[in-house]
Nanobody, 127 residues
Framework: QVQLVESGGGSVQAGGSLRLSCRAS????????MGWFRQASNERREGVAL????????IYDASVKGRFTISIDRPENMLYLQMDSLKPEDTARYYC????????????????????WGQGAQVTVTS
């Protein structure tokens, strides 16, 4: 089992930056894919960025590529999402997620294939 706890959400003006953190506990080494999803009001949950924990190789959704950076501190069991040049459409609740199977790009579209989830952190971007 893997437990995930996010922190770092908040409110920021458009063009600003925020960094989300996710602490993994339990048995995080069983996760072969970790990432961030977000869900806006009345919308489905969508993938933002994924990462292979051992190699650090990332996958980004086109909507955030060049603005968001996913990274990991494996020894500390911490996953991060640096969000720059934020836009109002980035407003959502952001969730840290992990799964046993490896990352593939289509996994961004299939939140249901991730077994482990945090409680989420709200990010609000005002114009």
């Amino acid at each position: 089992q893997v437990q995930l706890v996010e922190s770092g959400g908040g409110s920021v003006q458009a063009g600003g930056s925020l960094r989300l953190s996710c602490r993994a506990s339990g048995n995080p080494k069983i996760a072969n894919c970790m990432g961030w999803f977000r869900q806006a009001s009345n919308e489905r949950r969508e993938g933002v960025a994924l990462l292979w924990p051992d190699s650090g190789v990332p996958i980004y959704d086109a909507s955030v590529k060049g603005r968001f950076t996913i990274s990991i501190d494996r020894p500390e069991n911490m996953l991060y999402l640096q969000m720059d040049s934020l836009k109002p459409e980035d407003t959502a609740r952001y969730y840290c997620a992990a799964r046993r199977s490896t990352c593939v790009e289509p996994a961004l579209k299939y939140a249901q294939n991730f077994e482990y989830w945090g409680q989420g952190a709200q990010v609000t971007v005002t114009s």
